[in-house]
């Protein structure tokens, strides 16, 4: 049977993050940690023509050899992306011996985590995975949920945070909060922002706040 794997979002904001090897698969890795606020040191005698721009511009530090033990330390993740199986695996026992947590580009047996696919909608986050399985339906699952849950999320989810700071602060009674809660997610607010009828989905919140007898 499969490995099941247990599901988290980290918040590497300000974390230092180390990716060895500077080819594609490390681009795509590096890009993800930065968009996160990660600090990202990578290890790689080459760079893609991106990760090197990355370099120049300051947003990535580049330590210009071929890996090293000891290397790898006092970091919060590491990445092994070299196309070396023998580098990779040397990257994740020296991470092992650390107890730093380890992503493996080619060898899944030996990632303590695996990278997912991720649709963003804002605050909306949707990680899938195949525990390995299968990246290409990963991606496959990742297009079909684009096109199901689109950019209408990111306004929606940014009223119903702000509905709920402002209950969370006025209303007591948590039942009474989750009811209202409830009921925003079940109405026809998500289709009217969809439409771009935006003061017609605010005049529904506050419509359901006032039944609630909240404002
Ligand atoms: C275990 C894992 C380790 C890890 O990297 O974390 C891993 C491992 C490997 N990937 C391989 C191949 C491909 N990977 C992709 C794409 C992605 N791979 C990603 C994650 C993962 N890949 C982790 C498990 C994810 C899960 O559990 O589902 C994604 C989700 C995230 C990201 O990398 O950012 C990103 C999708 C981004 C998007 O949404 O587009 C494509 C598709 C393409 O390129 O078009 C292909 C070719 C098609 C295919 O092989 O299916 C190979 C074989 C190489 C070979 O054949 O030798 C290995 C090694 C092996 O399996 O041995
Ligand atoms: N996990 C994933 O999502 C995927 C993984 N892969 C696998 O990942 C591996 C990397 O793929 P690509 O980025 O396409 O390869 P690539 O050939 O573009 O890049 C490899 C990089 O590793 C560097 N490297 C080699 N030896 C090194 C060492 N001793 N120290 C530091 N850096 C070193 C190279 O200089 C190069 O920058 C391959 O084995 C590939 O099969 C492939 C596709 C997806």
């Given at each position: 049977m499969t490995q099941r794997l247990y599901a988290a979002f980290l918040n590497l904001q300000g974390k230092d993050c180390i990716v060895v090897g500077g080819g594609t698969v490390a681009e795509r890795k590096v890009i993800a940690l930065l968009e996160c606020g990660a600090h990202v040191r990578v290890i790689s005698p080459d760079l893609t023509p991106h990760l090197q721009r990355l370099v120049c511009g300051g947003q990535v530090t580049h330590v210009a050899r071929r890996y090293r033990r000891?290397?790898?330390?006092?970091?919060a993740v590491v990445i092994?992306?070299?196309?070396?199986l023998d580098v990779n695996q040397a990257v994740a026992d020296e991470a092992d011996e650390h107890r730093i947590w380890v992503n493996v580009a080619n060898l899944p047996e030996r990632c303590t985590f695996v990278v997912p696919s991720v649709v963003r909608r804002g605050p909306l986050s949707i990680a899938i995975t195949t525990s390995g399985m299968s990246p290409a339906v990963t991606k496959l699952v990742r297009e079909e949920l684009e096109s199901q849950f689109g950019p209408e999320y990111e306004l929606y989810l940014q009223k119903m945070g702000e509905v709920r700071k402002r209950l969370k602060s006025t209303v007591a009674d948590e039942n009474v909060r989750r009811e209202v809660f409830r009921r925003i997610a079940r109405s026809d607010v998500l289709a009217l922002i969809r439409e771009g009828n935006v003061v017609e989905a605010d005049r529904r919140i506050a419509e359901i706040m006032r039944r609630q007898k909240l404002t």
């Open positions: 000891g290397d790898v330390k006092q970091a092994a992306a070299t196309d070396s």
